[in-house]
């Protein structure tokens, strides 16, 4: 409960920042179950393991990955740039504010997306992924939306990699 009311003023923060009604925001999740223990899991989504992971794995959408706190990537003809602005062990969190290409192409005037590495039990996690983001008033007719389906691969790809992993 507290993660959800952190995630929630980060998100009403940001979006104060950049003066989006906090009604204007939508929001997607998606969730999935790992046999891994938290810790093992978040070593792999803190750092840029996971985007190194996921270019290997997933190549016809991500094409090229970068940095640590700035991650770029290209697919197809299209690109994409994010700031984490937040990444916390303790919590295993880390939130990234789009900064061009994704949605922000299509209409929308903000994109959030944030990663929650959530314990279920001692040998059990769950990779929670959220996009929150709002759309122009000029393309609310046309409701663009970004995709989490890339977060949901990309979550798959972990899962697999993850549990297939020798941990001795």
């Not at 939508?26 to 899991?41: D, I, S």
């Not at 994109?111 to 314990?119: A, G, H, P, T, W």
């Amino acid at each position: 409960m507290l993660k959800q009311i952190s995630f929630v003023f980060f998100v009403l923060l940001i979006g104060c920042y950049i003066r989006v009604n906090c009604e204007e925001l939508k929001h997607l999740t998606n969730e999935v179950e790992v046999n891994v223990p938290a810790n093992l899991t978040w070593e792999l989504y803190r750092h840029l393991g996971i985007s190194k992971l996921a270019a290997q794995q997933l190549k016809h959408v991500i094409t090229d990955s970068s940095f640590e706190r700035l991650f770029q990537y290209e697919s197809g003809n299209s690109s994409y740039t994010e700031i984490f602005n937040v990444i916390d062990d303790q919590k295993r969190v880390k939130v990234a504010q789009t900064l061009e290409g994704g949605c922000l192409e299509i209409g929308c005037s903000i994109q959030l997306v944030r990663f929650d590495i959530i314990e279920k039990s001692p040998s059990k996690s769950i990779i929670k992924s959220y996009i929150s983001y709002a759309v122009k008033k000029e393309f609310q007719a046309k409701d663009p939306r970004p995709n989490i389906q890339c977060l949901a691969a990309v979550a798959q790809v972990a899962k697999y990699y993850l549990e297939r992993a020798n941990w001795a």
